[in-house]
């Protein structure tokens, strides 16, 4: 459904005929963390995520998994089984 809280006219899974129901009724202002992500989205009542209605729950244990500006360490080094490679396609 569309937001008719915040996010006026965004669509969001947490919105019920009877409203947000969000935990608080409305998404929560971004972490700072949030900087640089394309995910942002900014409102006449402040800065917004558009996939995530709390965003610091995403950042407590680390990186969040939606971020697009974090960029993601790979393991060099660490040896592929060449026969899982060959079914991935060599991905």
């Known amino acids: 459904m569309l937001c ?3 996010k006026n006219g965004q669509e969001c899974a947490f919105m019920t005929k009877k409203g947000c ?4 009724g409305a998404c929560q ?3 700072e963390q949030c900087t ?3 995910r942002v989205l900014e409102l006449e009542s402040g800065w917004y995520c ?3 209605p709390e965003p610091s729950v995403k950042w407590k244990n680390g990186n969040c998994n939606l971020a697009t500006h974090v ?3 790979t393991a060099e080094g660490v040896k ?3 026969l899982k ?3 991935r396609g060599g991905h």
């Open 50 to 52: 558009t996939s995530c």
């Open 21 to 24: 129901s969000y935990r608080g």
């Open 4 to 6: 008719t809280t915040i």
């Open 36 to 38: 640089g992500c394309t």
């Open 71 to 73: 960029v993601r360490e």
């Open 80 to 82: 592929i089984n060449p």
């Open 85 to 87: 490679a060959s079914k």
């Open 29 to 31: 202002t971004l972490a």
